[in-house]
């Protein structure tokens, strides 16, 4: 069984940064597919940025030239670094594994103007 737990949330203001993380614990599984997802209040759950099997990235529009994914395999962690925050960007941040499909509790992003 997968336990994704994520940390580094908080309350930022409009141009700062974040960096969140998610720690993977378990057996079973490699840890190369996965992504982090945020929802903000009232909208559907979205794809921010992921990291493929063979080492590839993708980004969302909306984050793309300003979030950067990236893994330690070693420690079974990943992570998010979020730059220049918009208060757009405030939501619930989870990270996932593709597989075993397994999310994370989340952890809160707000960003102040």
């Known amino acids: 069984q997968v336990q994704l737990v994520e940390s580094g949330g908080g309350l930022v203001q409009a141009g700062g940064s974040l960096r969140l993380s998610c720690a993977a614990s378990?057996?079973?599984?490699?840890?190369?597919?996965m992504g982090w997802y945020r929802q903000a209040p009232g909208k559907e759950r979205e794809l921010v940025a992921a990291?493929?099997?063979?080492?590839?990235?993708w980004y969302g529009d909306s984050v793309k030239g300003r979030f950067i994914i990236s893994i330690d395999s070693a420690k079974k962690m990943l992570y998010l670094q979020m730059n220049s925050l918009k208060p757009d960007d405030t939501a619930m941040y989870y990270c996932?594994?593709?597989?075993?499909?397994?999310w994370g509790q989340g952890t809160q992003v707000t960003v102040s103007s």
């Open positions: 996932k594994l593709e597989q075993p499909p397994s």
């Open positions: 378990g057996s079973g599984f490699s840890i190369n597919a």
């Open positions: 990291t493929s099997s063979g080492g590839g990235t």
